[in-house]
Nanobody, 120 residues
Framework: QVQLVESGGGLVHPGGSLRLSCAASGTLFRVYDMGWHRQAPGKQRELVATVTSDGSTNYADPVKGRFTISRDNAKNTVYLQMNSLKPEDRAVYYC??????????????WGQGTQVTVSS
C-alpha cells in the first residue's frame, strides 16, 4: 500500500519562509512525476508546482520566483521551499505523485494535506 505523508506546514508572517516535505512509502516499483497542489478556503484545488523524475520543474505563475520544488529520488521525497510568502498563499497544501506500486500499474496518489497560514 502506498502512502504520501506531508510535513512542514504552519503559521508564518508575510515575507517569511516555510519548507514542506512529502515522503512516499510502501510498495514503490517506480515513482514518476511528483508535485504540490493547494486549496484555499472557498476555492478549487490548484496546481502549485511539479517535478519529473529527472528533475524538470514547472510552476504556477503566482509562485514563480518565490517557490522551489525539488525531490530526493533515493528517499522518494518531494520538497517545496516557499519564500516571500503572502497572505494569498494561505491554503491546505497537498502533495501528489504518479506511482507504480508494481510494474505497469501507474496511478495518482495524494497526501492528506498540510495547512499553511500566512498572517501578521
Amino acid at each position: 500500500q502506498v502512502q504520501l505523508v506531508e510535513s512542514g506546514g504552519g503559521l508564518v508572517h508575510p515575507g517569511g519562509s516555510l519548507r514542506l516535505s512529502c515522503a512516499a512509502s510502501g510498495t514503490l516499483f517506480r515513482v514518476y512525476d511528483m508535485g504540490w497542489h493547494r486549496q484555499a478556503p472557498g476555492k478549487q484545488r490548484e496546481l502549485v508546482a511539479t517535478v519529473t523524475s529527472d528533475g524538470s520543474t514547472n510552476y504556477a505563475d503566482p509562485v514563480k520566483g518565490r517557490f522551489t520544488i525539488s525531490r530526493d529520488n533515493a528517499k522518494n521525497t518531494v520538497y517545496l521551499q516557499m519564500n516571500s510568502l503572502k497572505p494569498e498563499d494561505r491554503a491546505v497544501y497537498y502533495c501528489n505523485a504518479a506511482i507504480a506500486p508494481v510494474l505497469a500499474t501507474v496511478r495518482d496518489y495524494w497526501g492528506q494535506g498540510t495547512q499553511v497560514t500566512v498572517s501578521s
